[in-house]
């Protein structure tokens, strides 16, 4: 058993999803410690889990768009170093110097990827009715008066010191959402992190991650609003479920590449490189 674990969240129509992603971080990234997928418990992982591949088995009722509430919890003291992803990512460096960079800082903190636009207006552009809920927004500013004041952070890369996490956070992060759900009609798990924990939230540095428009060529510039210096080479492109890698892309009639179409660091098609990877799945993760 390692001391650091690569965690996500799957359920059966995400699984080949999983099994690519691991591969990338096994032969991308290098990765020679733990994974561990949050999972509903009516799902058979069986096959997963003989492969070496942790599970945490979520309850059935509890299963939504916030279940990554769930890395939160005491399952992860296993573990020195958790980095909690999402599945639309693509690995194109080494991931142990992800782990490497971001241990050694106080492990009060939870890096991530930080977003342009703050917690509030996210809410409003997901709550259609947002002018009906006036009185709920004028009690979540009073509340957070930092969510109009600081770029949100996004909740696709988060890593994490286990035990500096309190016992109760899980629980108090479904709380919040309960308080505020007429505001959160799609159950989004981004808002409710940043409402309660954006004090120990930190910027990882791009040498960890960015959006994959970032590490395009053409922008990969020196940007003071965002803090990157333009030379940086990320390990982790978050590519947004618009894009994600497994989704097969074009060349446009323009001839331009459709969002998300290569990895310009491996110099591969996303979805070619997707598929790959999920074919290697049993060939990287045998039976034990």
Not at 127 to 140: G, I, M, N, S
Not at 161 to 190: C, F, G, V, W
Request: with cysteine; net charge negative.
């Amino acid at each position: 058993m390692s001391k650091q674990v690569i965690s996500f969240v799957a359920d059966g129509n995400y699984l080949n999803h999983a099994k690519s992603y691991i591969v990338n971080c096994k032969r991308q990234g290098q990765w020679p410690g733990d994974f561990c997928m949050i999972s509903p418990e009516n799902c058979d992982n069986k096959d997963i889990e003989q492969r070496g591949i942790y599970v945490l088995h979520v309850p059935t009722g509890e299963w939504s768009f916030l279940v990554k509430f769930h890395a939160f919890t005491p399952y992860f003291h296993k573990w020195d170093q958790v980095l909690c992803t999402d599945l639309d990512m693509i690995v194109q460096g080494n991931l142990q110097r992800v782990f490497d960079e971001l241990s050694p800082k106080n492990p009060e903190h939870i890096f991530g990827i930080r977003e342009d636009g703050d917690t509030l207006s996210a809410l409003k552009r997901w709550d259609e009715k947002h002018e009906d809920h006036k009185e709920a927004y004028t009690d979540l500013e009073a509340t957070y008066p930092y969510i109009t004041k600081e770029r949100m952070f996004n909740a696709a890369f988060l890593f994490y010191t286990p035990r500096s996490i309190p016992p109760k956070t899980k629980d108090e992060l479904y709380a919040i959402h309960e308080k505020y759900k007429t505001i959160n009609p799609s159950n989004a798990d981004q808002m409710i992190l940043n409402l309660h924990l954006f004090s120990r939230l930190r910027e990882a540095s791009k040498n960890c991650t960015c959006f994959f428009g970032s590490d395009y060529p053409e922008n990969r510039v020196a940007s003071e609003f965002r803090g990157w210096d333009g030379t940086e080479v990320p390990a982790i492109l978050h590519y947004t479920r618009w894009h994600a890698p497994w989704i097969v892309k074009c060349i446009c009639d323009d001839g331009n590449e459709m969002g998300g179409y290569r990895n310009h660091r491996l110099g591969r098609l996303c979805h070619e490189l997707y598929a790959e990877n999920l074919a290697a799945f049993e060939t990287e993760f045998p039976l034990r």
